[in-house]
């Protein structure tokens, strides 16, 4: 593992308006690049918030959040949308995939933004059949439309579309919450042997601390965020 921290934040600050009651200050965190990082913390912590700050869809009110020695401040909206599809592969929690778009349209839809990441998958169709398969996803399933999948389907086709065109950032926020703990486990297996095959870094949110022992580090939201409370 090389020691260059592949998301670093710095004094950061971040309100959502000025009229919310809810504030986060972030003194300091590093992941490094190849890290397995598990984020831990009690819902309404501020998780999301974070893992927003650090994919650039919203800003720091101060402070500096880098993402590949780029720190995202210094990028407009427009490069700073193209730079999240290139770096980052994100799982969210509800999926947020297209429900009347095909399985193959959901997977392909990063790269369409992304033409580096796009250019490291050539036969990105072929690539996405492969994946689905590899997550056993029934054969034919990139035809069928999104919303006529089970959540558990829908959930290995959001890992595929988050992997497709090996991003160095992997972000999950909160995979597993809709899952049993079968489920939950298979899934995880399958996502750690995606990240392991990629080397890209891994980083998920969540609340359940028996997650932990398979992640390289477990970081704690109280350890890391200061939540500011200020009455709306
Ligand atoms: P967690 O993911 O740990 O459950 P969140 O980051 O989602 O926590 O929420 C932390 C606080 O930020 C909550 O008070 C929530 O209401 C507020 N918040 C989250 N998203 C938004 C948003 N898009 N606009 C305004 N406030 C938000
Ligand atoms: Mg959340």
Known sequence: MSQCPVI???????????????AISVPELQIEQGETVLL?????SGKSTLLSLMCGTVLADSGEVNVGGTNLNSLSGWARDRFRAEQIGIIFQQFNLLPFGTVLDNI???LKFAPKRRARCPDAAAKAIE??????????????????LSVGQQQRVAVVRALIGEPPILIADEPTS???????????????????AQKST?????HDPRLASRFDRVVYMKDVVSVEGRQA
């Not at 831990?40 to 309404?44: A, I, P, Q």
Request: include cysteine.
């Open 178 to 196: 809709s899952l049993d703990e079968t489920s939950q486990e298979n899934f995880l297996d399958l996502l750690f042997a995606q990240v392991a």
């Open 131 to 148: 994946m689905c398969k590899l997550l056993g996803l029934p054969e034919g399933v990139e035809k069928s439309k999104a919303a006529n």
């Open 40 to 44: 831990l913390g009690e819902s309404g």
């Open 202 to 206: 891994l980083l998920m949110v969540s």
């Open 8 to 22: 670093e934040l710095r004094d950061v600050r971040f309100r959502w308006s000025s009229r919310s009651s809810f």
């Open 108 to 110: 392909l839809l990063p």
